[in-house]
């Protein structure tokens, strides 16, 4: 009996636990953005992608990659208190690019998911001659 209740009591207390364990959670407005159609000659489109720290620890961007070179990252550096905002925003550069486009942006983070992947599209039409 004593063991039983020992271990109960044990098991409940690594849950608390457990349960106590902070983590950073990133949430955002939106994954993925559509420029629509624009001119070669527009030169970069850039979009800011938002979002917020859901969880109870300060949330680390530690690196963003884009699929391609046409696309720069750029993104809050800081850690990014919890109930705080930040940004990752994707440029993309058009020139010599003409027809549909498609690209990601992967996000890495501290949270339990360790990345997030954000996408862009659209249609660059080519410069009239």
Known sequence: MKKTLLLSFFMLMMGSLMAQQKT??????????????FSEDKKNVTY????????NAP??????????????????K????????????????PVGRPGAFNKSI?????????NVRL???????PVKK
């Open 59 to 76: 949330l680390v961007i530690s690196r963003v990659t884009a699929s391609c070179g046409c696309t720069t990252p750029e993104w809050t």
């Open 119 to 125: 996408t862009i599209k659209g249609i660059v039409q």
């Open 24 to 37: 950073a959670v990133i949430q955002f407005d939106q994954v993925s953005h559509d420029f629509g159609k």
């Open 78 to 93: 800081e850690p990014v208190a919890p109930g705080k905002t930040g940004y990752v925003k994707a440029t993309y550069n």
């Open 48 to 55: 800011e992608f938002k979002f917020k720290n859901t969880g």
């Open 106 to 114: 992967t996000v890495f983070t501290n949270t339990p998911e360790k």
